[in-house]
């Protein structure tokens, strides 16, 4: 069983930084993909980037691209995602969770994804 917590989460203006954490305990996520997903208000829960089990290939929605960054450090069994140039359409619950397969190439379907943690609230204000 793998518990993932994320953390960094908060209120920031439009334009601001912050930079999101998922820690992961019980068993090692280093030989895993691993994304970040968020929902807004009565939205669905969309894809916002994956990093591969290595950190060698990154993932990003269009929305985000050029304004976010994946990485991972293995050793520390974390997942980081900066997020810079913040707008209000950002404003979510952000979630990061561990892909279902060993090594596998990630996706942007939840479904790929079985491990969750229980997100971090970032509100982007205008």
């Known amino acids: 069983q793998v518990q993932l917590v994320e953390s960094g989460g908060g209120l920031v203006q439009a334009g601001g930084s912050l930079r999101l954490s998922c820690a992961a305990s019980g068993r090692t996520i280093s030989r895993f993909a691993m994304g970040w997903f968020r929902q807004a208000p009565g939205k669905e829960r969309e894809f916002v980037s994956a990093i591969n089990w290595s950190g060698s290939s990154t993932y990003y929605a269009d929305s985000v691209k050029g304004r976010f960054t994946i990485s991972r450090d293995n050793a520390k069994n974390t997942v980081y995602l900066q997020m810079n140039s913040l707008k209000p359409e950002d404003t979510a619950v952000y979630y990061c969770?561990?892909?279902?397969?060993?090594?596998?190439?990630?996706?942007?379907?939840?479904?790929?994804?079985?491990?969750w943690g229980q997100g971090t609230q970032v509100t982007v204000s205008s």
């Open positions: 969770a561990r892909h279902i397969v060993s090594t596998a190439v990630p996706g942007a379907s939840h479904n790929e994804y079985r491990y």
